[in-house]
């Protein structure tokens, strides 16, 4: 067996593994405190060493990192597949971690397309920059370090609407500062991309806000992790992607989209005229 095919094997039996509770041992102690003092705007709720040498089970809420016991400057994010059953090894273990939602809550699986025109837009906080023709729908946590970088990878994106669903995988509070604040748009670019909380709520602050709504709709979708994103043929990617990455698979999905319409029998129909109004 070749080396890398050895870590893949030994990374999924890690996440496979059963999530017994079990105190943590002083090596993994040390390394929450490492990890703590290395990260110090990150919330990391557990610690847990794999069965893969040197690396350990890293827990930020809802999202799950590997991260070596040497150098934790570096995270290994992503899922594992099993090639030979087409299996997603990593799904299953990320949607344990969410909270328990209703009974409507019903999860699908993580690759199922999203019916774009049944998300909930009133709830998500709209970025429009340029003509805002095509558009993109983010799935966001304001306490994730990497939502924070993916955000100005997103700033230079031109000629796109952008509709954010915060959500509180890494905690309300600060989510909740965003969502009561007096202008949800500034005070989410202001902490995003500065890390200014001037345009924030108080922590404390109690609104009526979207933010369960929010959570509800991500278990819905198979959200399992921040950022995600998603297109407008439905397809998603999930987790930070540079600014050119975005744009090409924008640009595929608008061709998918294109395509699929022009094969729809609608597309013979001749469009509804609809007087423009300022």
């Known amino acids: 067996m070749k080396r890398n095919e050895h870590f893949v094997v030994l990374l999924a039996a890690a996440l496979c593994a059963p999530a017994a509770w079990s105190a943590p041992t002083p090596a993994e102690t040390r390394f929450m405190a490492k990890l703590q003092q290395a990260h110090p705007g990150t919330k990391f709720t557990e610690v847990k060493q794999s069965v893969v040498p040197g690396l350990y089970e890293v827990w930020m809420g809802a999202n799950v990192a590997f991260v070596n016991e040497r150098e934790p400057r570096y995270f290994i994010f992503g899922r594992v597949i099993d090639t030979v059953t087409l299996t997603d090894l990593t799904g299953p273990k ?7 939602g209703s009974p409507s809550d019903a999860v699908q699986p993580a690759a199922a397309a999203v019916a774009i025109d049944k998300l909930p837009l009133g709830d998500a906080i709209k970025t429009v920059k340029g003509n805002g023709k095509r558009s993109l729908f983010v799935f966001s946590d304001p306490a994730c370090q990497f939502c924070r970088r993916l955000e ?7 000629d796109v609407t952008i509709y954010t669903f915060v959500v509180p995988f890494l905690g309300r509070e600060l989510p909740q500062a965003v969502l009561c604040a007096q202008d949800r748009s500034r005070a989410w670019q202001d902490w995003m991309t500065k890390g200014d909380r001037s345009s924030l709520a108080s922590t404390a602050a109690q609104c009526e806000s979207p933010l369960d709504r929010n959570a509800s709709l991500a278990r819905s979708l198979g959200v399992a ?19 050119e990455e975005i744009e090409t698979r924008v640009a595929a999905a608008s061709g998918r989209q294109a395509v699929a319409a022009t094969a729809s029998p609608r597309a013979a129909r001749p469009a509804a005229t609809v007087e423009a109004r300022p």
């Open 94 to 100: 990320l949607a344990a971690a969410q909270p328990v």
């Open 152 to 158: 100005p990878e997103l700033a230079q994106m031109k």
């Open 225 to 243: 992790g921040t950022p995600t994103v998603i297109y407008a043929d439905g397809s998603r990617t999930e987790g930070y992607a540079p600014q």
